[in-house]
């Protein structure tokens, strides 16, 4: 009995301390499967969504809107003389043109992040030349906040592009305007209190606003964006893109729209607050309308359901064609500044719809394999518009006072609704839709 026991112990002993072969069989088998349940991101961040986009624009945002209505006061102040505001918008606008058109070149040799990094250290170098507070300097300031809006956006788009499917793109514009409301609709109002309290104010409150916008597209580590294809030879000329782009009139007509939607709210923000001082509403009265027509900007979900339900045609049309008409109701009331005030505060109303959906016909048209080039091409209609307004606002000055500028942006509107009728009437709806529509009548 004290033999078995002792030989039963030794084979117990033997038994835990050697597993079997099956044990370890299923030690191994069953060890691999809690490894793909570890989310690990060793090389690449998760794709940015439309809230991280939203989030980067509402930051930038705060840089422009605080400046929006500062800028236009400070030139005027630095210089007294409206036609002196237009030739300085007029010559920052083709400086800035000329370098828009090169980003895309610049890119190739300078990766995306580094661009995009320099768009805040452009805002953060205009904030310091305004803050010198001489004249020459001013201009300066207006180039270099220009230059750092032109890189923004170029490379913004591109992003967009890059991980935005075709689907999203009118939720993207409005949930980006949605994020961006409270910065456009507190910032110009604050921007001329600041300015009247401390005239630094403003400006230092922009460079916060630059710094978190680099320190926070930094965290959400959008490296470079997608690469269709390794470049096989030397990067073309924008001569070369802008060949392409003029060969496709759906683009052509999408940057139309831009570009005129732009020159609106450049007559709205610039020539707005000098036509009520010049006819003693005083400067405050600009900035309260500009915010109040941002705050606009919160009904942008709403709005993209009307252009849903309306399709992009219609509400592209309707926006133009009433935009025209409250222009013009303006220069004929010019003589009331209260009713002037009014009507280009219902003109702004038709300008955020076009915010919203005004932009959809150019980017429906983009092809994946020129994302970069033509988001270039595109993001040179506010360069566009900022050189067409001050040249056309100069001609009209001549012979106008300063609310003849808003007849001619009604009459450029109204054109856009004529060129508009040439867009699909069906834009913007799903594929799938359009393939289901196709099957039911062929059956």
Known sequence: MLARSLLGMSRAEKTSSTPSRKVTHRITTKAPMFTP???????????????????????EAGVRGILLSVMPLVVYRAYGDESVVSAIYLAVGIASLCYGLMVPWVTRYIPRRWTFTMAGMFYLIGVSFALSGHPEFIAAALFCNALGTVTFTVCLSAYVLDYISRQDLGRNESTRMLFSAGSWTAGPVA???????????????????????????????????????????????????????????????GWSFAVIRSCGWWVYIVFLPIYCIQNGLGDEVGGIAMSTSNGLLFLTPFMLRVVRRLSVRTAVRASFALGAAFFIVGWLTSSIPPLTVAALMAASVLLV?????????????????????????????????????PAVAGVVLLFSPVAGVFAAVGVAMFGAYLIAGSLHPRLGEPRLARDDDRVAVAE
């Open 191 to 253: 921007g001329v209190f600041l300015l009247n309290w401390w005239p630094p104010a403003p400006f230092i409150v922009a460079a916060f606003f630059a710094i978190a916008l680099v320190a926070v597209f930094w965290w959400l580590r959008m490296g470079n964006g997608k690469q269709i294809t390794k470049a096989a030879g030397p990067a073309p000329s924008p001569l070369a893109y802008l060949d392409r782009f003029r060969q496709q009139p759906r683009l052509i007509a």
């Open 353 to 389: 719809m076009l915010d919203v959906c005004g932009s959809l016909p150019f980017l429906m048209a983009v092809k994946p394999s020129e994302r970069t080039e033509m988001a270039a091409v595109y993001s040179s209609f506010r360069d566009v518009s900022g050189i067409m307004t």
């Open 37 to 59: 349940r570890t989310p690990l991101y060793l090389s690449h961040a998760p794709t940015p969504r439309v809230e991280h986009f939203a989030l980067i624009a509402a930051l």
